[in-house]
């Protein structure tokens, strides 16, 4: 969902001079999809061009904060899929976004403490956030990445990460809500490519994108024309197949957010077009 530098402050937000640079760095007069994403989730923080944003989205597709909501519980029943049913104890989460309920690591821990946890984003509001919030179990562990997507090498080769992860040992990489932030442009399928090929077997690969599938044209048109300022890219069923070329695609395969290993959920649940999000996870051999 980001764009940015890999590269990681050595000034802590805390200080003055730590303060000064993070207010910098954020431009607050256009939309951030981590800061929009915690508007339609009920956050405070975000600006003000945040919410315009969220609002002529709202305005095209009514049901937006729900989709914002069954993703984050895909999340969760995701990490503990793979923390309870497959034993993953460390996990690549990247497009953290601003740390609500139920992020990874708190998913993870509470499952298995020893659970280690490295957090990719390159939002400086998230930066902050996830410094002094995501906060690990005395067990395990928890690292943040200032980091951009587009450039998996920067993040696999980040000093932290390798000091947290053991990638000779399995890892969940999660790509939540992200992937639709990249245009084919910066060869989306490549990225992930690349990504996939760091993990050793055993990995998972857990994927949520957004869809047009279940949209009206007259919908997909004006969603399209709600906000031209933040690249976005809607993938079809197919396309989001294309991302789990040769992985091992775990029951119940590619569906809706909602309806991903859902059992446990209150009925009844939101439907496919409610949400437009595909969801999946699939086994790296």
Not at 47 to 67: E, K, L, M, N, Y
Not at 83 to 104: C, K, M, Y
Not at 170 to 192: E, R, S
Not at 218 to 247: K, N
């Amino acid at each position: 969902m980001r764009t940015g530098a890999a590269v990681n402050s050595e000034r802590s937000e805390s200080s003055p001079a730590g303060r000064d640079a993070l207010s910098s760095k954020i431009d607050t007069s256009v939309a951030h999809p981590a800061r929009r994403y915690d508007y339609w989730l009920g956050g405070k923080d975000n600006f003000a061009a945040d919410r315009r944003s969220g609002d002529a989205v709202s305005a095209a597709f009514p049901t937006i904060r729900t989709t914002a909501i069954e993703n984050r519980r895909f999340l969760r029943r995701a990490v503990t899929y793979l923390s309870r049913e497959v034993g993953i104890r460390q996990f690549l989460d990247i497009g953290t976004g601003i740390p609500t309920a139920n992020n990874t690591h708190q998913v993870a821990q509470a499952i298995a403490p020893d659970a280690r946890v490295v957090y990719v984003d390159n939002d400086p509001i998230v930066l902050a956030h996830a410094r002094a919030l995501l906060t690990s179990s005395r067990q395990g562990a928890t690292t943040y990445l200032d980091a951009d997507l587009r450039q998996p090498d920067q993040i696999l080769n980040h000093p932290d990460l390798l000091s947290t992860l053991d990638l000779s040992q399995p890892v969940g990489l999660m790509l939540v809500a992200i992937l639709h932030f990249i245009k084919d442009t910066d060869d989306p399928y490549g990225v992930v490519n690349r990504l996939v090929s760091a993990m050793p077997s055993g990995s998972y690969l857990a994927l949520t994108h957004a869809t047009h599938d279940y949209m009206p044209p007259e919908t997909f048109a004006a969603v399209s024309a709600a906000d031209t300022q933040m690249p976005f890219q809607f993938r079809s069923r197919d396309q989001f197949a294309r991302f789990f070329d040769g992985l091992d695609v775990q029951p119940p395969g590619f569906v809706s957010v909602s309806e991903w290993r859902d059992g446990d959920e209150e009925q009844p649940r939101p439907t496919a077009a409610d949400t437009a999000v595909y969801g999946a996870v699939a086994r790296i051999a």
